[in-house]
């Protein structure tokens, strides 16, 4: 079992930055994929990182490629999301989600979930 606890979200201007903490209790947390989506108010779920266990392999939703960052804290059970040159679209709820050793890109595959954390961001 994992529980997932997402802070760092907040309001901030177009061009600016945020960071992300996805905190996560449970064993084993270095066996388990981490996963950053989000969700803005009439759209659909949207991967938007992801980061294996170990934290060798990372992959990004192509709106984000080059603005941010996701990494790994595994003795900190915490894993993180670097935005910068942020954009209005990227306001949405931002969530964490965790699955067991592989990485994917569909939500449905991910077993364990955060609250969410609201990031706004305005023009």
């Known amino acids: 079992q994992v529980q997932l606890v997402e802070s760092g979200g907040g309001l901030v201007q177009a061009g600016g930055s945020l960071r992300l903490s996805c905190a996560a209790s449970g064993r084993s947390f270095n066996s388990y994929t981490v996963a950053w989506f989000r969700q803005a108010p009439g759209k659909e779920r949207e991967f938007v990182a992801a980061?294996?266990?170990?934290?060798?392999?990372?992959v990004y939703a192509d709106p984000v490629k080059g603005r941010f960052t996701i990494s790994r804290d595994n003795a900190k059970n915490t894993v993180y999301l670097q935005m910068n040159s942020l954009k209005p679209g990227d306001t949405a709820v931002y969530s964490c989600?965790?699955?067991?050793?592989?990485?994917?890109?569909?939500?449905?595959?991910?077993?364990?979930w955060g609250q969410g954390t609201q990031v706004t961001v305005s023009s």
């Open positions: 989600a965790a699955r067991y050793l592989w990485l994917e890109v569909k939500g449905d595959l991910y077993a364990y």
């Open positions: 980061i294996t266990g170990s934290g060798t392999n990372t």
